[in-house]
């Protein structure tokens, strides 16, 4: 949540700060402002995106080679002009950005209050720049000394920057909780929520941990903790390119992500298996080896879409490692004080690798003695740090708001795991896993030509705009492609819908059935087609239109159902891998169609850093 990106160098950074914010707006995007040091400080901010952002500084003096920008995902104060960060100072002297929430404002304020402090907008933000200007009034010390005394007093989770009028050469940041990555140019620094902003400029970075602080002093960059010990930071260079952050000749990233995913699969999978020996190598494993053999249980913890993949993780240990496994949202995992022990193994999915609860999750999971085990797409993010260990999806980046390649990429790992771990506690034998890695390596291929459904499925989006509700079913493993493909139409077309187990659905959903009710099934070849087809029964017997997911060639749904969307044959397990394309494009074209903005749909966010 909340995009921030800040400069200090040799070039304008008005142009560096307002592409930086474009890359960050999945991150945010209820506003966006600058703040620019040129002799003054000048600050322009406006409710709504980057693009009005950009309106609004039109023939205005956007000079300066220090400044910072910031997109926001709103928490404390309604999205408005004045909410918009950046943030003044009492003095108007002090800019600040930030990330994360300020949980205890409230007293902050109060005390500032009471000192003859004025606040010019409701959020928990503008009370930390107000305490920072307090600090270094009281103290006499220097603006740095004052960030790092002043976050002494916070509670809560953070990423900011902050630049002042009195110190052009200077750019601080701090984190605790929310991501910040600094770029180390050629005399000239970076800092931003993530490298996307930067990569253009320099691949070198650092991360900040938790808890550290750097700052930009007359050329030189110095990290330390707020607790004032310096920090060698650890530069690594970054491997992304230009081409991975933009569209490519695609309309959306989100279409541009859809089709990635022959190739995203692969990159996944790549160096992990090798389907003639059957072997199964992650060397991030490697220490655990023992641990997995003597499991109790695997907890899957995640939210949105990764949680999905979670579910898909709990059908594959269950059936073919044998290890039983619990699959918790990590917003619930974290305050319902679980049963967790030392023979746990935490398998905590995330996309961003920043999401709160989840890290959260882990954190607690942590302290109750469990392995950690992150499966993250974001390198150096901050679950893949809080973890023991772990595997990168290297999907790629994914920038569209609603996740398609991070969950291809995740169900691919945790199929690659239940059979690794099925080998180690001898629940598999070498020719399984050969069979299996030899299906699983025919997969970026199948979901090529899966993609070859989009004009039918185009066709299809345009009756199903119109729809008020939709239904998606599935059993076994169509059950959570039924959850995500409701998931992916709600957050992007903004249609309700609902992802239910087709046998339950006469525990309540068929009740909604009647001729105005798109259903959509997955109804491919498995072990319980046959079941499936009774439900299919049950929709048409109450009027209910049918779309349904279909193996090739299949003849018995073709007759009962009123559209079809035929998918390569493949093994019952990969049927997510296959099952789930067809959804995701249609929730793109149905909202598409519907006129919504796609990549930034209302009220959600990319990387949701706070509780
Ligand atoms: C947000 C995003 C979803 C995502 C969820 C979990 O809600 O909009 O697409 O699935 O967060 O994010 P993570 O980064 O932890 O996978």
Redesign the pocket.
């Known amino acids: 949540m909340c995009g921030i990106v800040a400069y200090i160098g040799h070039r304008e950074a008005y142009p560096i700060l307002i592409k930086g914010l474009s890359r960050l707006e999945y991150r945010g995007y209820d506003s966006a402002g600058v703040a620019l040091i040129n002799g003054s400080l000048n600050i322009y901010k406006k409710k709504g995106k980057v693009a009005d952002l950009e309106n609004e500084t039109a023939g205005k003096n956007v000079s300066g080679k220090l400044g910072m920008g910031h997109t926001r995902w709103a928490t404390h104060g309604e999205p408005n002009d004045a909410n918009s960060h950046p943030h003044l100072s009492q003095s108007g002297d002090v800019a600040i950005i930030h990330n994360g929430i300020i949980e205890n404002y409230a007293t902050l304020k109060e005390e500032l209050g009471n000192r003859g402090h004025e606040f010019k907008s409701d959020t928990d933000t503008e009370v930390l720049v107000h305490l920072i200007e307090d600090v270094q009034q009281n103290t006499g010390c220097e603006l740095e000394e004052a960030v790092r005394l002043a976050l002494h007093e916070v509670v809560g989770a953070y990423a900011i920057v902050i630049i002042s009028k009195n110190d052009p050469a200077k750019l601080i940041g701090a984190r605790k909780g929310s991501p910040l990555v600094v770029g180390i140019g050629d005399g000239e620094y970076f800092m931003a929520s993530d490298a996307s902003p930067i990569i253009e400029y320099t691949k070198n970075v650092t991360y900040l941990n938790d808890g550290e602080m750097a700052f930009i002093k007359n050329g030189e960059l110095t990290v330390k903790t707020i607790d004032n010990v310096v920090q060698t930071p650890y530069i690594q260079t970054l491997e992304m390119n230009l081409e991975a952050i933009e569209k490519g000749g695609y309309e959306h990233f989100m279409l541009k992500e859809i089709h990635e995913q022959p190739k995203s699969i692969y990159d996944s999978l790549r160096g992990r298996f090798n389907p003639q020996t059957g072997s199964f190598a992650m060397r991030s494993l490697k220490e655990y080896e023992g641990k997995i053999k003597n499991l109790n249980r695997i907890i899957i913890v995640?939210?949105?879409?990764?949680?999905?993949a979670g579910l898909v993780g709990e059908y594959l240990f269950e059936e073919i490692s044998r290890i039983p496994v619990e699959v918790e949202y990590?917003s619930e995992f974290r305050y319902r004080n679980p049963v967790v022990g030392e023979d746990d193994l935490v398998i905590a999915?995330?996309?961003?690798?920043?999401?709160a609860?989840?890290l959260a999750a882990i954190e607690l999971a942590k302290e109750k003695g469990a392995t950690i085990f992150g499966l993250?797409?974001?390198v150096g993010s901050s679950?893949p740090r809080a973890s023991h260990a772990g595997a990168y999806t290297h999907a790629g980046p994914e920038i569209g708001?609603?996740?398609t390649k991070?969950?291809t990429a995740?169900v691919s790992i945790l199929t690659l795991l239940a059979f690794g771990f099925a080998e180690l506690r001898g629940k598999a034998t070498k020719q399984d896993l050969r069979n299996a890695f030899a299906e699983l390596e025919s997969m970026p291929a199948k979901v090529e030509k899966t993609l070859q459904c989009e004009e039918k499925v185009k066709q299809l989006a345009e009756w199903i705009k119109d729809a008020n509700n939709v239904l998606y079913l599935g059993r076994g493993y169509g059950f959570p492609v039924a959850l995500e493909g409701a998931?992916k139409l709600k957050?992007i077309s903004y249609i309700h819908a609902e992802g239910y187990p087709a046998a339950e659905m006469k525990h309540g959903p068929i009740a909604l059935i009647d001729e105005n009710m798109p259903v959509i099934v997955v109804a491919t070849k498995n072990s319980i087609y046959e079941k499936v087809i009774s439900n299919i029964q049950e929709v048409k017997a109450r009027k209910g239109k049918i779309i349904a997911i279909v193996t090739e060639g299949d003849d018995k749904v073709k007759k009962m159902a009123d559209h079809v969307i035929e998918v390569p044959e493949t093994s019952e397990f990969l049927v997510p891998l296959i099952a789930t394309i067809p959804l995701q494009l249609l929730s793109y074209y149905v909202a598409v169609s519907r006129g919504c903005n796609v990549d930034q749909?209302r009220n959600?966010?990319?990387?949701?850093t706070v509780e």
């Open positions: 995640g939210c949105g879409t990764s949680w999905h990590a999915i995330s996309q961003s690798g920043e999401t609860d989840t993250c797409n974001v679950i708001v609603a996740s991070a969950f995740q998931l957050e749909p959600l966010a990319k990387s949701v």
